[in-house]
Nanobody, 125 residues
Framework: VQLQACGGGLVQTGGSLRLSCAAS????????MGWFRQAPGKEREFVAR????????NYADSVKGRFTISRDNAKNTVVLQMNGLKPEDTAVYYC???????????????????WGQGTQVTVSS
């Protein structure tokens, strides 16, 4: 499956951004989807995950209550709505996909074999 993320940009503290990831090449509903981020000098970290049907979502503690992940299987897209942005949210954001049969924990970067190219999010203070 090929992934294309977009929607990043520059926003002030407290602002909002909506990231979108479009998938192509395979049946989208066969994949759990995740968002990860990587700040300069830091390791890539888990942000949010949604299962194949959209019925189960998980979030990193740092974004819980501010970010919302959703998907539209008819449009082959997954969205990360980010509200209440903080400077520490500044990073390159990546969407990722893995098959529903994976048993690795959803927050493990290595459990996702498919990655998009990343989109930059910068939050100014």
């Amino acid at each position: 499956v090929q992934l294309q993320a977009c929607g990043g940009g520059l926003v002030q503290t407290g602002g909002s951004l909506r990231l979108s990831c479009a998938a192509s090449g395979r049946t989208f509903s066969n994949y759990d989807m995740g968002w990860f981020r990587q700040a300069p000098g830091k390791e890539r970290e888990f942000v949010a995950r949604i299962n194949w049907s959209g019925g189960i979502t998980n979030y990193a503690d740092s974004v819980k209550g501010r970010f919302t992940i959703s998907r539209d299987n008819a449009k082959n897209t997954v969205v990360l709505q980010m509200n209440g942005l903080k400077p520490e949210d500044t990073a390159v954001y990546y969407c990722a996909a893995r098959g529903t049969g994976y048993t690795y924990a959803y927050y493990v970067t290595g459990s996702y074999p498919y990655w998009g190219q990343g989109t930059q999010v910068t939050v100014s203070s």
